[in-house]
């Protein structure tokens, strides 16, 4: 099945610093999501991009279907962007939709 | 607020018993999905139910068990619990489209989760 790698897996940033996070993927997706789980645990949905280019404020996010890869940025980072970014992405057509596979995340500490 | 409402939060027993975690998706979504997270196997996607059936099933245990009701919500039981099944558990939901499925570009939003220890 396919497979999802994220790195660094540990970032740490003072705030207002800019950071990337990369997220490569072994097979063709049609489906590839950001996930930011906050230190309390709960898992906030980010970006739905197979291809393209998103933003949404500071953050923003590319992916290049043809080489695999997902880019997240974010932007004059701040304390509340800490907590574990996840990629997420599957390649189901009819039968098995909602199978995300997860990478093992990058775990922000952004720093006053 | 995802709109995904799962209960309890919070949930401690013992190894051999039995429990069952309950998951309301967002008003609306037809399907359900089930996520593990734990220390060693990070996020896995267990199974998903779809307006009452059963869509896909991933790494779900056969001690473990889900349904979907004719109202959406849906149960997780787990059973003959041991020290490594305590976990975060996830619901999500999301509501395909005439095509069904993500092809139609819908994501996925997860509930608060369930923390589950074995003691």
């Known amino acids: 099945g396919i497979q999802v790698e994220q790195s660094p897996p540990d970032l740490i940033l003072q705030e207002g610093a800019n950071s990337t996070l990369r997220c490569n993927f072994s097979d063709s997706v049609n489906n590839l999501q950001w996930f930011h789980q906050n230190p309390w645990g709960q898992l906030i949905n980010l970006f739905y991009?197979?291809?393209g280019t998103k933003q949404n404020g500071r953050l923003s996010a590319t992916t290049v279907a043809t080489e695999r890869y997902s880019l997240l940025y974010i932007s004059s980072s701040q304390t509340t962007d800490s907590g574990v970014y996840f990629c997420?992405?599957?390649?189901?057509?009819?039968?098995?939709?909602?199978?995300?596979?997860f990478g093992k995340g990058t775990k922000l500490s952004v720093k006053p | 607020d995802s709109g995904v409402t799962q209960t309890p939060k919070h949930l401690i027993t013992a190894t051999g018993q039995r429990v069952t975690l309950r998951c309301s998706p967002r008003s609306g979504d037809l399907s359900v999905y089930w996520y593990q997270q734990s220390l060693d196997q990070g996020l896995q996607f267990l199974i998903q139910?779809?307006?009452?059936?059963?869509?896909a099933k991933g790494n779900i245990l056969e001690r473990f068990s889900a349904q979907q009701f004719p109202d959406l919500h849906s149960e997780l039981n787990l059973s003959s619990l041991e020290l490594g099944d305590s976990a975060l558990y996830f619901c999500a939901s999301s509501n395909p489209g005439p095509r069904d499925s993500f092809i139609s570009g819908n994501t996925i939003y997860f509930g608060e989760g369930s923390w589950l220890t074995v003691v």
């Open positions: 139910y779809y307006n009452g059936e059963e869509r």
């Open positions: 991009i197979p291809s």
């Open positions: 997420a992405a599957n390649m189901n057509y009819g039968g098995s939709q909602g199978n995300l596979i």
